[in-house]
């Protein structure tokens, strides 16, 4: 088998460390390890929706568990939201200073 050319390998290594920042910011919005959400998402136990919210800003919606567990929250390109939180109370957390919103 031959090596990919050059110009594959560094696409791979880039969709590799957007996949990583990915796991991270969903690991940050569901309150878990990123190990723990890769976990869930081979399991299919993560939804996952490519979304536009009310303002029209683009946005990851995921969505995990049921009843009182169930965890939702939108990653934006620099915020995380979880649902439920009124807009004006605890606000988004930028997602470089590993703060996390609450939950409303």
Do not use: F, N, W
């Amino acid at each position: 088998m031959t090596a990919p050319p050059p110009e594959s390998r560094d696409d791979t290594r880039e969709m590799y460390a957007e996949i990583s920042t990915l796991l991270g910011h969903l690991g940050t919005a569901l309150e878990m390890e990123p190990d723990a959400v890769a976990a869930l998402l081979e399991q299919g136990a993560l939804d996952l929706r490519m979304e536009t919210d009310e303002a029209g800003c683009p946005c990851v919606a995921v969505t995990h568990g049921t009843g009182a567990d169930r965890r939702e929250a939108r990653i934006y390109k620099d915020t995380i939201l979880h649902r439920g939180t009124p807009p004006g109370d605890a606000g988004p957390a930028p997602l470089d200073t590993g703060s996390k919103t609450g939950r409303g």
